[in-house]
């Protein structure tokens, strides 16, 4: 299969990436196994070797090359531009799937969340943890709870290894239903007549029929399966039990509203994650039985007026384990945090700052805030507000956006969305040194704080000047230690430090940014050419040596399938 000789980069890049990744995976590993099937004779097909493996599929692909693929595929997502990565964003998104993944079945798994630009309504899971999430599924969440609802369910597609077990499906059927399409193959030629051909097509397409049947029951079975565990990550979480069926009941209208439309009419997650009746009445089912297991605390009031009730788990971890530390007691609790966490309490501002970041353009999502407000009859709420804040500064009306968000801060003290968005707002409106003091002391308050230290840097590498760099520099190294994929920060650290005069650190920071955003070919050469500079101490030699020798071997792959970075000059 292609998961052993390193096509799958090959695979995305040919495809240039289809939202439904995980459906997708899925038919073409069976496709392959159908066209390999049907190229080689009945005896290599009788002679296939399945791995030794009994029912666990995680024989398929280590859980090394697992996070290998995954990393590759994000790095793809970045080279074509469909992700949208944003610090506050990814932010409250890790930290609410990082809540959610420490309740699950699995707690030791590592997950990577990421959002994707595109307003579809959809969400997928994939090899090696890497779950994503579209701009759409979030605009039409009404609460984080259901958000929640839907990364519980792609965690249990995780923690069930349901990729890995449909690769394994597929290699396990693909021999008994190659020996009847044989056999009818057989049948239908020895009648003879101008028939025979007809018939024969009729025997491949019946088989072909019949393995995409196996597989699609197969998925159905892997949905119930990830609805039911979903639910009980999502109660163990802290999280409100009826959001799944709630989101399932929207999906469905929806489903009625765009029927008339043909099934291009359908969002993308109805696609991959049908709703029905059954499906629906099921999350009810469940619900209510997590309110035997769980405990109501306390209730929230959301905008509007609505009451949801938040439930406190009996058990306060997942059952395998209570830390993934094996230094640890098994006595040792997992923090509270991540234990009772619940919702973020983040979800308004970050949906009103998704908006915008997805919108086409600035000025268009300000227009989408006078619709909302035009449609509703209300007036806006204060997130509403700074989503249009965000989009006046965007539009380079920064003046303006200063003079919206002053007093939303003054009466939601201590909130960091709006504090970064002033402290950009004031920088790009000439108020540079009010920018700069506002973000200091956000600075020494959260001095490790991934969200305020890329800001300030962005803010002061705009501002430009060897003596800002040098700040920028500064603010950026306590992050570099876990930088390492991360190339928001690498762009960042690599302007700071091409502004400081420091040109070697600058290249290798953006050899690796190149690297991360999936033109590992451009990443190679910068450092082949860094390489040979004259100036280069012994430490950052070694460094520049390291990543050479990671990267050649995917660049030489790359290569001998064929495919090129079309931004490099070739003589």
């Known amino acids: 299969m292609f998961t052993r000789n390193g096509q799958l980069g090959v695979i995305l890049r040919s495809a240039r990436y289809c939202p439904t990744l995980e459906l997708h995976l899925r038919p073409l590993l069976l496709a392959a196994a159908v066209t390999l099937s049907l190229a ?298 991540l234990i009772n966490g619940g919702p973020t309490g983040q979800f308004d501002w970050a949906r009103e700052r998704l908006r915008v970041l997805s919108a086409n353009t600035a000025d268009g999502a300000a227009r989408d805030y006078e619709r909302i407000q035009r449609e509703s009859g209300k007036p806006l709420t204060p997130a509403q507000r700074y989503g249009l804040a965000l989009a006046n500064l965007y539009a380079g009306r920064a003046p303006l956006a200063v003079d919206q968000l002053t007093p939303l801060l003054e009466d939601n003290p201590g909130n960091l969305w709006l504090d970064l968005g002033l402290a950009e707002a004031e920088s790009r409106g000439g108020r540079v040194a009010a920018a700069n003091q506002r973000l200091t002391r956000l600075q020494q308050q959260m001095p490790n704080s991934r969200p305020v230290a890329l800001t300030f840097a962005r803010i002061l590498n705009e501002q430009g000047g060897a003596e800002a760099g040098r700040h920028a520099q500064t603010v950026l190294r306590p992050l570099l230690g876990r930088a390492g994929s991360d190339p928001v920060f690498q762009q960042e650290f690599g302007r700071a430090n091409e502004l400081a005069g420091d040109s070697a650190r600058a290249g290798e920071a953006f050899a690796e940014a190149a690297f991360l955003n999936g033109r590992p070919e451009q990443a190679l050469i910068q450092l082949q050419n860094l390489k040979q500079r004259g100036d280069l101490d012994y430490y950052a030699r070694a460094r520049i040596d390291a990543r050479i020798a990671a990267i050649t071997p995917q660049v030489l792959e790359l290569r001998r399938q064929g495919i090129n970075d079309p931004d490099i000059e070739r003589r």
């Open 40 to 337: 080689v004779p009945l005896a290599s097909a009788q002679d296939a070797r399945l791995p030794d493996m009994g029912s666990s599929a995680g024989e398929v692909l280590s859980p090394a090359r697992q996070a290998e693929y995954g990393g590759m595929m994000l790095r793809e997502l970045r080279n074509y531009g469909y992700l949208l990565e944003d610090p506050l964003l990814d932010d409250w998104l890790q930290r609410m799937g990082s809540r959610l993944g420490t309740q699950s079945d699995l707690p030791s798994q590592s997950f990577t969340f990421f959002l994707l630009k595109d307003r579809q309504i959809n969400a997928f899971a994939t090899l090696g943890g890497f779950i994503g999430t579209n701009a759409g599924l979030i605009l039409t969440a009404e609460q984080e709870d259901e958000v929640a609802a839907v990364l519980s369910h792609e965690i249990a597609h995780v923690t069930q290894q349901h990729v890995l077990r449909g690769v394994e499906r597929a290699q396990r059927d693909q021999i008994p239903i190659l020996l009847g399409m044989l056999g009818a193959i057989v049948l239908a030629q020895s009648a003879g007549g101008s028939s025979g051909g007809d018939a024969s097509m009729a025997a491949v397409a019946s088989g072909m029929g019949l393995m995409q049947q196996r597989q699609i029951d197969y998925t159905r079975s892997n949905e119930s399966e990830a609805d039911r565990l979903g639910i009980r990550t999502l109660a163990r979480s802290g999280y409100d039990v009826d959001a799944m069926a709630g989101f399932f009941s929207r999906m469905a209208q929806a489903t009625r509203a765009s029927r008339s439309g043909g099934r291009d009419a359908y969002p993308d997650y109805l696609m991959t994650h049908p709703v029905t009746t059954t499906r629906i009445s099921e999350a009810k089912q469940r619900a209510e039985q997590m309110r035997k297991d769980y405990v109501t605390t306390t209730t929230r009031v959301l905008g509007g007026g609505q009451r949801v009730e938040t439930f406190n788990p009996k058990i306060v971890s997942a059952p395998e384990k209570n830390s993934d530390n094996p230094l640890l007691p098994v006595t040792v609790r997992l923090p509270s945090e």
